[in-house]
């Protein structure tokens, strides 16, 4: 099955300085591969995908994704981090299993503490 | 336009009980997937469903019931609740079925179900 794994529990970053929130994945095939983010309280919010191309994605918020196939990671990074940038952030992979249609199976979340 | 709507927002069920969860898709979308997200954890899926056919369905008991209707609207019932079901179910709407995988799902806000 197509997994991801988020090896980090929580980052912290001070703010105004670079942040890395890590992934890596599992597949068979070509990944499809997508960062969310969620607030307290909220549902997920999309952030960024990689299907094919450039291996340097950029979304939402200026967040970008670097896919890297060689080290099997989607890394997920902005240049200057904010205080607004602290949520629970989630890495996912579309499964390939004919059962499940579409799916997006999700890592278990890293959890972004910026402080002033 | 309106996002995605899941009511109610919260509820608390007893154990044994049944319950039914609904989400309104985004005007135009055609396909609903439902994702249970326990505490500390990533999204699961449950399922899928387009054009009012279920097309995926995750690794859940057969207490775990959908549909959808005409309108595109859907609704997740459960049977038999358990203290496990405890969660924030989460509804996600797309366009189309295949785009949605390349282009990122809309998800609602949840419902916050506790059972006691």
């Known amino acids: 099955a197509q997994s991801v794994a988020q090896p980090e529990d929580q980052v912290n970053v001070a703010e105004g300085n670079p942040l890395t929130v890590k992934c890596t994945y599992s597949v068979s095939g070509n990944p499809y591969l997508f960062w969310y983010v969620q607030y307290p309280n909220r549902g997920l919010q999309f952030l960024l995908k990689?299907?094919?191309?450039?291996?340097l994605v950029k979304g939402s918020y200026g967040f970008e994704a670097e896919f890297n196939k060689s080290q099997t990671s989607f890394h997920l990074k902005k240049p200057s981090a904010l205080v607004s940038d602290s949520a629970l952030y989630f890495c996912?992979?579309?499964?390939?299993?004919?059962?499940?249609?579409?799916?997006?199976?999700f890592g278990k979340g890293t959890s972004l503490l910026v402080t002033p | 336009d309106a996002g995605v709507t899941q009511s109610p927002t919260h509820l608390i069920k007893t154990r044994g009980q049944h319950v039914t969860l609904r989400c309104s898709p985004i005007?135009?979308?055609?396909?609903v997937s439902w994702y249970q997200q326990v505490l500390g954890q990533g999204p699961q899926f449950i399922f899928q469903?387009?054009?009012?056919?279920?097309?995926g369905r995750g690794n859940f008991p057969d207490r775990f019931s959908a549909r959808q209707f005409p309108n595109y609207s859907s609704e997740l019932n459960v049977n038999a609740l358990l203290l496990g079901d405890s969660a924030l179910y989460l509804c996600a709407s797309s366009r189309l079925l295949q785009r949605a995988s390349n282009y990122g799902y809309t998800f609602g806000s949840g419902t916050r179900l506790t059972v006691v």
């Open positions: 996912a992979v579309r499964d390939a299993n004919s059962n499940s249609g579409y799916a997006l199976n």
């Open positions: 005007s135009g979308h055609k396909s």
């Open positions: 990689y299907i094919t191309g450039d291996n």
């Open positions: 469903y387009y054009e009012k056919e279920e097309r």
